[in-house]
């Protein structure tokens, strides 16, 4: 069995409406036809009005249905929709079919309390049909069934009436519902494309940022493990060729020999960090050592190798931090250590380790000669939402700013105190992030 959808049955509900009128009204004339008995005067009569009446309906409703959207002339309509209903049950009780119409476009066209009274009316007119038709009589017997007749009428009209109008109520909240959800839909769909699109673009900006991320990074393992190396040879061999053997005093030829050997270690270690590099693993030292012990091994081969003093003090509870964490202040130290050889012309160094609850700190200090910080391009005291370091820092200057990007790299905060004849103090604060959590 076929079944049809709520809107199949909506797109036949205007048809129906629109054609029930005329065939109420050519089943209405049937039987009066057939009650006349062959008396045509009242047959034409009744054919007249009811050609008036279709006629009527057909002006209003069918040629022009947008008229009695409008209350006033929805009103004029049903007067005299009223009145042509009336006549014709005058002429004929079997038009009380047809009068069944004036519930319908009373419901549909006319509005708050008119609504009402033209169910009231059209039940009245129903009801003198109902006992006999014609012209009303005075009679008590009459009167009494045409009251009785006429609540029946109108009690049953109200009532289909007002549950159809809150059916059509609800109906007409459905629809709005739906359209809104359809609306908001759209709004929806529109707001993840353009999600879509932002996200494309983010991951295009992150995987740009990480590009350069990684660019640094490499360049900051390069200075710190490769420049480092490659500098400390430099030194020593340039050491060796001035204490080169003369063939007269041992003490010359002994010294070249440990400038040499050094040189030797220094390339061995600087090869072996340019394979960790490649491997991308941990510095060396933090193979094998925690940091405080990888720290002061770095600090005592910086000392042999330069012949300073450098002392590694720890303070706080020593933990395990993340790679990241240990990394950072270990790289920072090396560098810290290959300035203070390299510029600051110093006879001690001390380096500062410090656990604390929430922070780690590193402290590296000297007694050097000391510079102006403000002098230095790119030098600039940087802490968490600061300014963004220099991409390309000045030539010589590498090593500061590497620092502060790889302490900063960690949501971490680097100073540089210095001033000229006494000293410099730098200070490493990063996050004391354990072993196996994100950094």
Request: glycine fraction near 8%; hydrophobic fraction near 45%.
């Amino acid at each position: 069995m076929a079944r049809f959808s709520v809107r199949s049955w909506e797109h036949l509900e205007s048809p129906v409406y629109a054609v029930i009128p005329y065939v109420l009204l050519a089943v209405s004339m049937v039987p009066t036809t057939i009650q006349a008995g062959g008396s045509w005067p009242k047959v034409r009569v009744a054919a007249g009005l009811m050609v008036l009446t279709a006629g009527w309906v057909y002006a209003w409703i069918t040629r022009r249905p947008t008229l009695v959207e409008r209350a006033a002339y929805a009103r004029i309509y049903f007067a005299g929709f009223l009145v042509l209903s009336a006549a014709l049950v005058v002429q004929s009780p079997w038009f009380g079919i047809f009068v069944w119409v004036g519930y319908l476009h009373a419901g549909a066209f006319l509005r708050g309390r008119w609504r009402y009274a033209g169910i009231a009316a059209t039940g009245l007119i129903a009801a003198s049909s109902q006992v006999g038709g014609g012209l009303p009589k005075l009679e008590p017997y009459y009167l009494a069934a045409l009251g009785v007749l006429l609540l029946v009428n109108v009690g049953i009209a109200g009532t289909v009436t007002f549950f159809a109008m809150a059916n059509e109520r609800e109906h007409e909240e459905r629809r709005r519902t739906v359209a809104e959800l359809a609306e908001a839909n759209q709004r929806l769909q529109d707001a993840l494309a353009e999600n879509a699109g932002l996200h494309a673009q983010l991951l295009t900006q992150a995987r740009e940022a990480g590009i350069l991320d990684e660019r640094q990074r490499m360049a900051r393992e390069i200075h710190d493990t490769l420049a480092q190396g490659l500098t400390g040879i430099i030194t020593q061999l340039e050491a060796a060729a001035l204490a080169g053997p003369t063939g007269s005093a041992r003490a010359d030829v002994q010294a070249w020999r440990r400038h040499l050997d050094n040189a030797t270690r220094l390339a061995r270690e600087s090869l072996s960090e340019a394979r960790r590099s490649v491997r991308a693993i941990r510095p060396e030292a933090l193979e094998t050592a925690r940091l405080p012990e990888a720290l002061a091994e770095v600090a005592g081969r910086w000392s042999t190798l330069h012949r300073v003093a450098a002392e590694v003090t720890t303070t706080g509870t020593a933990r395990p931090l993340h790679p990241e964490v240990e990394i950072a202040l270990l790289r920072t130290a090396q560098e810290a250590l290959t300035n203070v050889a390299r510029h600051a012309r110093a006879t001690r160094v001390g380096l500062t380790l410090s656990y604390m609850e929430d922070v780690v700190s590193l402290d590296v200090r000297d007694d050097g000669i000391g510079f102006v910080p403000a002098l230095v391009k790119g030098l600039v005291p940087a802490q968490v939402g600061g300014p963004a370091p220099e991409r390309n820092p000045a030539p010589g200057h590498y090593g500061l700013t590497g620092m502060r990007q790889r302490v900063q790299r960690l949501a971490g905060r680097f100073e540089v105190e210095s001033e000229p004849g006494a000293g410099t103090a730098l200070s490493a604060v990063v996050p004391a992030i354990d072993a196996g959590g994100t950094p």
